[in-house]
């Protein structure tokens, strides 16, 4: 008898075949259930499908049967439950809630934190939720062994979790109402506006609208213009529009550019005279041409046969003090944004650009971290100290990297310190060869930038690799920001680490599936993965032509770093210490816990100021993890719009491509300039493809063909959508 576990039918079936089961047969189940349930609620497990689970077991072939009757029942009992996988986990008791994500054919989705899968949610069992709501579900439909994703249905919706968005304004004919297209892709259908709430609004603006109505079944939403941001195709509406879809706050207010104003003042001499005055140390800045809010310096001499290694941080929390509307509204924004034609900072340009940065020439207020390295390149001591510093030099990569290259004109410009930055290079190539010894991963993905006109359209794509230059202040960033934190856990204070989590056991071993296909080995056990393994994995990818695809499958296998305020160590860097400490003026966490070294070091630290701290940093440490991961979003879509609006004026153009992706509906290809655009798999007419899960690959059912990942391939750009954020290719030869 043939028999599949989750099947309740089956089960009656068989127990009505049997009938009343023998007592030796009942102890027998009771005990395999006891030792199946125990294994399952082990903090180490992670969800596995029935055959997986009498593999790891070694359940005999004579006690399957029973051992299948013992998961059955123990679902019927709610103590288990199987997911969207056919895998089965201790049951998640009570309501499920999660948000749901709408998808633009009707249908949509709901993720329930901390499980992998999410439920899929059918057309009529949406239960007027909309796309980012907080939602309840029932299960409708499980999943199982052959991949069928489970199917839920909306009982409630608990919270809207998008009160307003962005979208393209177009009037009836009549000018009796309007309706707004939202540029968010998985809304369907368009926002009614009335004719009222317009705010004269005319066909082709791009607006913020808030949302007062979400529709039902038979009515769709509808919303009132808030603002009219701009009109569709002018300069810069695109990435400001961009930027109010996620709700960023472009402008600061009032109140706050005015204490910006007023804080922003001249060192007061006082206060040059209680700190540790550094300015007749050589000292500068390395930064990005365009680079304006620049809150770190460096500096380096020999000391005996070791460094004296200083890295300089603006002072921002002298001049941001806590609870000031300065301060809420850093905490507010959590981070600078960076985009191609602007910044969106987290501080006014009076401090961010103004007496915060550390420009060349003048005297600046600064937190100093004054590290002693042996000469292996090892951290030996450190003091962190209140500053005064005078900068020497404002240095871009370009300039470093050409005096470290032997460039005769650039050795001129800056013979002042071209020994400087050659002992610089001395040292950072030491401390490398010490993180990358201990298991560090480094992903080394080329940064692209983006031109645009004088109409802001996007006309060309530079890449751009890292180079010494920016790899030396990597090095030397890194290694005050373990300093810090590494004293910091000392003392056991609160405080905010920087923490990157291993990864999770069930993603190393679909990462190591798939890199079997590829033919490259993992060895390790995934429960106790190290970093130097990654690393190995890195470097047996390097120079190959599928080194970026696995580098970038290998990136998304790990979890995401974030602000914890527990100290457990940094995975990818394999570092046990690690905080953010080197960028105030562009980061609230770094902003924080330089208000925490600051009372520290200067004794003013008590019981009351830990205890609010202690109340403090849970807040900060999640909310800031979610608005950088926002800030980061919003970058990644930006790029992706204005690569797509260049490709818009080369439809036709051919190009060589490497295959970046592998799926059922196709072959993501990427261009040398960076573009990823996808071959649709209808378009591969020579055959008839289907997609091979063993080894990653489309083969040709008639000829054999193979497409897999890093093959080169020639491409067409058969098509360009703005609207939809797609390139289409079409595979030539």
């Known amino acids: 008898m043939t028999y599949r576990a989750g099947s309740g039918e089956k089960r009656r079936e068989t127990r009505g075949s049997e009938g009343r089961r023998g007592q030796w047969q009942e102890e027998e189940l009771s005990r395999i259930r006891h030792k199946l349930f125990s294994f399952i609620c082990d903090d180490v497990y992670v969800p596995m499908k029935a055959k997986e689970l009498e593999h790891l077991l070694d359940v005999p072939s004579d006690k399957k049967e029973i051992f299948e009757q013992a998961l059955e029942d123990l679902v019927a009992m709610k103590k288990l439950e ?124 791009k607006v913020l609208i808030d949302i007062v109505d979400y529709g039902t079944k038979g009515k769709g939403p509808e919303g009132v213009v808030a603002e009219i941001i701009g009109h569709k195709g002018d300069k810069g509406v695109d990435v400001l529009s961009a930027l109010r879809s996620y709700d960023i706050p472009i402008d600061f207010p009032e109140p706050v550019t005015e204490e910006a104003d007023r804080v922003a003042c001249p060192i007061p001499e006082g206060e040059i005279a209680r700190r540790r005055d550094l300015r007749g140390i050589p000292m500068v800045t390395i930064d990005g041409e365009t680079s304006k809010d620049l809150d770190d310096a460096v500096s380096l001499a020999r000391e005996g046969d070791g460094y004296r290694l200083g890295v300089h941080i603006a002072d921002v929390s002298h001049y941001v003090r806590e609870g000031t509307a300065l301060d809420k509204e850093a905490f507010r924004r959590g981070t600078s944004i960076y985009v191609v034609d602007r ?105 692209t930038d983006i031109i645009l006109d004088e109409r802001g359209r996007a006309v060309d794509l530079r890449q751009h690799p890292r180079n010494q230059a920016t790899m030396l202040i990597e090095d030397f960033m890194l290694s005050a920001n373990e300093s810090v934190a590494r004293e910091f856990a000392r003392r056991k204070v609160p405080f905010l680490y920087r923490t990157h989590d291993k990864p999770d056991a069930e993603r190393l071993r679909n990462l190591a599936t798939y890199l079997g296909a590829l033919g490259y080995v993992m060895h390790s056990d995934p429960d106790r993965i190290r970093p130097i393994e990654i690393q190995n994995i890195m470097s047996q990818i390097a120079g190959k032509a599928e080194e970026r695809a696995i580098s970038t499958i290998v990136l998304r296998s790990m979890q995401q770093a ?14 046990k210490f690690y905080c953010h400490f080197t960028s105030p003026i562009r980061r609230y966490p770094d902003l924080m816990i330089h208000r925490i070294i600051k009372e520290v070091i200067t004794g003013q630290f008590s019981d009351d100021r830990a205890a609010h701290y202690e109340d403090l940093m849970p807040t900060v440490a999640v909310e800031t993890s979610r608005l950088e991961r926002r800030a980061v979003e919003i970058e990644r879509d930006i790029d992706r719009m204005k690569k797509v609006e260049y490709m818009e004026g080369h439809v036709g153009e051919t190009y060589e491509g490497i295959i970046s992706g592998v799926t059922g509906w196709g072959l993501y290809v990427e261009l040398p300039n960076s573009v990823e655009g996808l071959i649709p798999v209808a378009t591969l007419t020579d055959d008839y493809y289907e997609f091979s899960e063993d080894s990653y690959e489309l083969i040709g059912e008639r000829f054999n063909r193979h497409f897999k990942l890093g093959q080169a391939v020639r491409v067409l750009v058969s098509s360009v959508s703005a609207k939809a954020s797609t390139i289409d290719f079409e595979l030539l030869g």
């Open 343 to 447: 910044v969106v900072p987290m501080l006014p340009a009076a401090l961010s650009n103004g007496m915060c940065s550390l420009n060349a020439g003048e005297d600046r207020l600064a937190l100093s971290c004054l590290m002693k390295i042996n000469s292996l390149g090892q951290v030996v001591d450190y003091e962190i100290v209140e500053s005064v510093v005078h900068i020497d030099r404002r240095m871009t990569y370009t300039d470093v990297q050409a005096v470290l290259d032997g460039d005769g004109g650039a050795c001129s410009r800056y013979s002042d310190f071209v020994d400087s930055f050659r002992l610089m290079l001395e040292l950072s190539e030491k401390i490398r060869a010490i993180r990358t010894a201990r298991g560090a991963i480094d992903f080394d993905f080329p940064e």
């Open 562 to 575: 974030k602000y914890t305020t527990d100290c457990i160590g940094h995975f990818g860097l394999a570092a």
């Open 82 to 205: 199987i997911n969207g996988h056919g895998r089965y986990r201790k049951s998640t008791a009570g309501p499920i809630e999660g948000t749901f994500t709408a998808n633009a054919k009707g249908f949509g989705f709901v993720t329930v934190e901390g499980q992998d899968e999410d439920y899929f949610v059918p057309r009529d069992y949406i239960g007027g939720a909309f796309h980012g709501d907080l939602v309840r579900i029932s299960i409708v439909k499980r999943g199982d062994d052959q991949g069928h994703r489970a199917e839920a249905k909306v009982t409630k919706v608990l919270n809207r979790g998008i009160k307003s968005l962005v979208g393209t304004f177009e009037l009836s004919r009549k000018g009796t109402f309007g309706f707004v297209e939202p540029d968010l892709k998985k809304i369907p259908g368009d926002i009614f506006i009335p004719s009222s709430k317009t705010r004269g609004a005319i066909t082709g603006d």
